[in-house]
């Protein structure tokens, strides 16, 4: 047995994906499935701010998708939003505050779909919680898992569509978050019933050192039994390059204004 590292990558079928979005753009991205068998559920990653260093890389989103296919029988489609760079490319078009965004969604849950991938939950995190509450209750959409809310461009209406779904939302939110602390979030999300927050404590707003309890919150609600995850592997394990992420895995995350939900 091998103790799971910050940079194991185990084994999944791992595929280059493009998306294309309803106003002409392609975005770049990548699905990871398990090796040898069919996921039982599906996580579609949306980074945090990209123009604070969130990308489809940003290393909760990393860690899920290189861990994640092999422990848990997990789908993980991971993408960048318009205009966001990583190792895997620059997708097309620029940064719209979360407005254009709305398309990016869209064409990654249309993807799911057209991929017959089950069981499909967006993982939002950061920026990535609030196109998941503004744009993310589809039909195909299980549930909702956001990571870190600042509940900064989703308004009141938004929360609503995803009370009257009745679809799952679950929050985890950092003792000593930047922007919502776990008071605070129980009381914003009150206005979805349905919603359960999880207060994590000693996290921060960007998960450093608490990847794992993350992932383990994750996988509780998409493949319950599958909990908590191991954290040795008996097999093939490769390890990536982590310094390629290093200016960008734990940017700071300082407080800009967002524009107005449209």
Request: glycine share 8%; with cysteine; net charge negative.
């Given at each position: ?38 996921p ?27 861990r ?5 029988d ?6 960048n ?19 254009g ?9 249309e993807?799911a ?13 950061s920026?990535g919680t609030?196109?998941?509450l ?31 779904s009745?679809?799952p939302v679950?929050a ?18 009150a ?11 000693g996290?921060k ?7 794992e309890?993350?992932?383990d ?17 008996d097999g ?5 390059d ?12 300082t ?8």
């Open positions: 047995m091998t103790t799971i590292r910050a940079n194991s990558i185990l084994p999944a079928r791992r595929e280059d994906i493009e998306l294309h979005t309803a106003d002409g753009l392609t975005l770049v991205g990548e699905l990871a499935l398990p090796a040898d068998r069919p039982v559920a599906t996580l579609v990653c949306l980074h945090p701010l990209p123009t604070h260093g969130g990308m489809m890389d940003s290393h909760v989103l990393r860690k899920a998708a290189w994640l296919p092999a422990l848990a997990l789908a993980v489609l991971r993408f939003t318009r205009g966001t760079t990583s190792v895997r490319g620059t997708s097309q078009g620029a940064f719209d505050g979360g407005v965004e709305r398309f990016d969604v869209a064409a990654a849950i993807y779909e057209f991929a017959d991938l089950p069981s499909v939950w967006l993982l939002g995190w920026f609030d196109l998941t503004r744009y993310g209750c589809e039909p195909g959409v299980v549930g909702a898992i956001l990571l870190s809310p600042p509940l900064r461009s989703a308004v009141d209406a938004d929360l609503a569509v995803w009370a009257s009745g679809k679950v985890l939110v950092p003792e000593f978050d930047d922007y919502l602390r776990p008071a605070e979030a129980t009381t914003r999300f206005a979805i019933p349905q919603a359960e927050v999880i207060g994590v404590p996290a707003h960007l998960w450093v050192g608490d990847a309890t993350v992932l919150e994750v996988v509780r609600r998409v493949a319950p039994g599958r909990a908590p995850l191991p954290r040795e592997w093939p394990m490769e390890a990536g982590a310094s390629a992420y290093a200016d960008r895995t734990v940017a700071a995350f407080d800009v204004t967002l524009p107005p939900a449209g």
